[in-house]
């Protein structure tokens, strides 16, 4: 089971070899504190089963008890209603911008005790003895999205930012030089993040926090404090979305 992270009670799992061939190709995440679970941009109906399966063997599925998606995107949310469904007692942290789009999705359930508003300014998400905080990261790409940050692991769940595509007979779990790994960032960010200021303000405040390693949505994992600030540095001088208009 690929682990990011382990250390006594805490646990970080990812999984990224579970989209078929002709979609969008997402890494699926997962928090495990003190025996309590939460998965990250769990996908689409594309990957559930097959997540359902690994992320089985990396934590009783009895124990997932929060669900955190970043924005609406259908590889991030489509499968919400399966993971509501097989875990039960169980919370979706959710941009309070896109819930009221949820009973699109889960029109046949009567409460919706269980979506959990993440507000535009953030918020802290406790999960077994620890407290993971939501980072503003709007408009990258999507109007209301958030990354997370784990303090005890010290990895940043970036969305879509950090995002590469790379060719299948290139890829790999993690960056490599950061110089060589830039051009399956680049044609990326440039198209989908919405503005260089945009991109200024989620450095800023990934910035005060203490990462070592940045995990997107989509392509190779960012590990290494040198490789991470380069990407700071390289982000906070993006020309990008309306920039380029």
Known sequence: MPVLHSSGDHAVHYFRDLT??????????AV?????????????RLVF????????????IGRLRAVFVSHQDPDVVAALPSWVLVAGDVRVYAPAAWT?????????????DFVVEVPDEGSEIPLGKVTLRAIPAHFLHSAANFSLYDPESKILFSGDVGASI??????????????SHLRYMEGFHRRYMASSRACRRWVSLVRELDVEVIAPQHGAIIRGRDNVQRFL??????????DLL
Do not use: T
């Open 233 to 242: 540095d390289w982000l906070e001088g993006l020309e990008c979305g309306v």
């Open 32 to 44: 495990v504190d003190s025996g309590e679970a939460m998965l990250l941009d769990p996908g689409g």
């Open 49 to 60: 089963k097959r997540l359902l399966g690994e992320a089985g063997r990396a934590f009783p």
């Open 100 to 112: 009221r789009f949820l009973p699109h999705m889960f029109s046949e359930r009567p409460e919706w």
């Open 20 to 29: 078929p061939k002709g979609a969008v190709q997402a890494n699926q995440y």
């Open 166 to 179: 790379i060719p299948p007979e290139e890829d790999s779990d993690f960056a490599g030089d950061f110089e």
